[in-house]
């Protein structure tokens, strides 16, 4: 079995985590991880790689390098925008899909092959702790695993449980 905890970033101002957002961050890394990591991985944003630097510390793997998985970082953020802005505030990747279908279908298959790739990455029995957005993550775990997950909120995140090419979603 191998375990990929996805997780969006905290609140941000810009790319950057806002105060309230290094709080909440350091919250998380008091009560909600899991460690061993065997890997740490960010979208490549900077207020996910904060947040990341943030965690690990939390963890005690200072040791272990942070990647960049590029691929869970969409190319056309600003089309996700509008499409979520037209679907309503806290819009479901099923109503941004009704918005935007085209959209919806190409980036869960490119940003569900990425979650491949970091879960394709990982020894049997590790975990890895991948920071990235939503909507996007929520379309690379739909991409991998055909369920729709319900909108993360700044900070929440769910953990992809991969066990023999099947896989199974949890909320964290």
């Known amino acids: 079995m191998r375990y990929v905890e996805l997780r969006r ?21 008091r009560t909600g991880l899991h460690p061993p990591y ?20 939390a ?3 200072d040791d272990v390098p942070i990647t960049t998985e590029i691929g869970l970082r969409s190319a056309v953020e600003d089309r ?19 918005v935007d279908p085209d959209l919806v279908e190409h980036e869960c298959r ?3 092959a990425a979650l491949q790739r970091v879960t394709e990455g990982l ?22 695993t055909g369920q729709i ?7 929440e995140g769910v953990v992809v449980v991969e066990d023999a090419g ?3 979603v949890h909320r964290l």
């Open 9 to 29: 970033h905290t609140d941000n101002d810009g790319d950057r985590l806002s105060e309230q957002g290094v709080a909440a961050a350091e919250a998380i890394g």
């Open 38 to 57: 065997a890997m740490f991985i960010s979208s490549g944003a900077e207020r996910a790689s904060e947040m990341l630097r943030i965690l690990r510390s």
């Open 59 to 61: 963890a005690g793997q």
């Open 80 to 98: 996700w925008r509008e499409a979520a802005k037209a679907a309503g505030k806290g819009a479901s990747l099923e109503e941004i899909r009704a």
């Open 110 to 112: 490119l940003l569900g």
């Open 123 to 144: 020894p049997a029995d590790g975990r890895a702790l991948v920071v990235g957005h939503s909507p996007t993550n929520e379309a690379a775990v739909c991409g991998l």
């Open 149 to 155: 997950i319900a909108p993360l909120g700044k900070g």
């Open 166 to 168: 099947r896989y199974e």
